[in-house]
């Protein structure tokens, strides 16, 4: 499957606003991501093609976030298998991003996320989201304190926050 970059971006952001902005009684009543509609409002979201994970993440660590609070980056599944995508984004965390206070995020079909019968991914794409680690932790911190993560199984946020500062 060919990317444009158009169709993707409209494709993720139309999945924020009907399914990661939107509260969930499984989780709480809250949404996936009780930030996502400040930053898809505030245009901070940054929705990009990628050619290879692990060297787009290269370059993302030399350019840092810039005025965006998220930058994402989309591929074809087909094309990145979960493993060698899995294998990319963790190699790219350790050896590049964590410490320049930067973290990615990854979306595989392939693995599907579960959380209380909420299935989380996006499904169409391969998608690293990329944030700034100190506001992640920030954010965590915040949303922990006010009960967010009350009911998340314990084993999915074990896996959430394996870079972070976890926050229950």
Known sequence: MV???QTVAADILAWSERFVEV????LGGWPPCPFARQARLNQTIQVLTGADPYFDLRNR???GMGKYEVVVYAYDPEE???QRFHHAIESA???????RDMLALEDHPADVENVNGVIMNQGKYALVL???LSK???AAQQMGSKGFYHTWPKDYLTGLFKHRQDPT
């Open 136 to 138: 992640l932790n920030t």
């Open 61 to 63: 660590a030399r350019w």
């Open 23 to 26: 509260p969930h009684p499984a």
């Open 3 to 5: 990317l444009d970059t």
């Open 130 to 132: 990329v944030q700034s």
């Open 80 to 82: 990145w298998p979960y």
């Open 93 to 99: 965390n350790t050896e590049l991003l964590l410490s």
